[in-house]
């Protein structure tokens, strides 16, 4: 299971774009990169998921350069509400389906006002 | 995004009692779900892989008698924490993939036990 690395704790205020970078040196081939955000007591929610080059959503935008090494996520104008526990997981394939993820310990991001 | 729900959203029950998560999805077919547990202010640590019809893949240290994992749907899969004790008090999650290969996680389930 390829490892993640990202950073602990990111701080920030409102409206700023905010970028947390994650390494992953031993991704796989079949990997895909994806990105959670959880609040306290809820389980994690789905922001972004990618496998090379940039991908867009309505929330965040995921950039991953030609080696797939590392992974960014980029929160446009975030706000109070964005203040939660940004998880950088790889994942792939067995016969049955995806592969179960491992979760790192994700970095916890604080938006002040 | 596809939904995965889990029930219910926090128990309490005795100790050496057994208390039964159940782990659904809404809107797919899921061949395997996963269970976690997640202690405070922790990261989600895995327990098993559920996979329908067949046995669960239980993560290295989880002892499979005490949680009772049961896939007998494409929608749904049960944990039964059996013979409970304040150590398992816990939070616990599910994720399913969906067909667009998407995993997707409950909303989680707060157990105490006293």
């Known amino acids: 299971l390829a490892k993640t690395t990202q950073p602990i704790s990111m701080d920030s205020y409102e409206g700023q774009e905010v970028n947390i970078t994650c390494s992953h040196n031993n991704i796989a081939t079949n990997d895909y990169i994806t990105w959670y955000q959880q609040f306290p007591s809820q389980g994690p929610r789905f922001i972004i998921q990618g496998y090379k080059t940039k991908v867009t959503n309505e929330v965040a935008s995921l950039f991953i350069p030609a080696d797939r090494k590392s992974s960014t996520l980029s929160l446009p104008r975030v706000s109070l509400s964005d203040t939660a526990v940004y998880y950088c997981?790889?994942?792939?394939?067995?016969?049955?389906?995806?592969?179960?993820?491992?979760f790192g310990s994700g970095t916890r991001l604080q938006v002040q006002p | 995004g596809a939904v995965v729900s889990q029930h219910p959203s926090w128990v309490i029950c005795k100790s050496g009692t057994s208390v039964k998560i159940e782990c659904r999805s809404l809107d797919f077919q899921a061949t395997t779900m996963f269970w976690y547990r997640q202690f405070p202010k922790q990261s989600l640590m895995l327990m098993a892989t559920?996979?329908?019809?067949?046995?669960?893949?239980?993560e290295q240290g989880v002892e499979k008698d005490k949680f009772l994992i049961n896939h007998a749907s494409l929608t749904l899969s049960t944990l039964t924490v059996t013979s409970a004790h304040p150590e398992d008090s816990s939070f616990y999650i599910c994720?399913?993939?969906?067909?667009?290969?998407?995993?997707?996680f409950g909303e989680g389930s707060w157990l105490t036990v006293v």
């Open positions: 994720s399913a993939s969906d067909p667009l290969n998407t995993i997707y």
């Open positions: 559920s996979n329908e019809g067949s046995k669960a893949t239980y």
């Open positions: 997981l790889v994942g792939g394939f067995m016969d049955t389906g995806r592969r179960a993820l491992t």
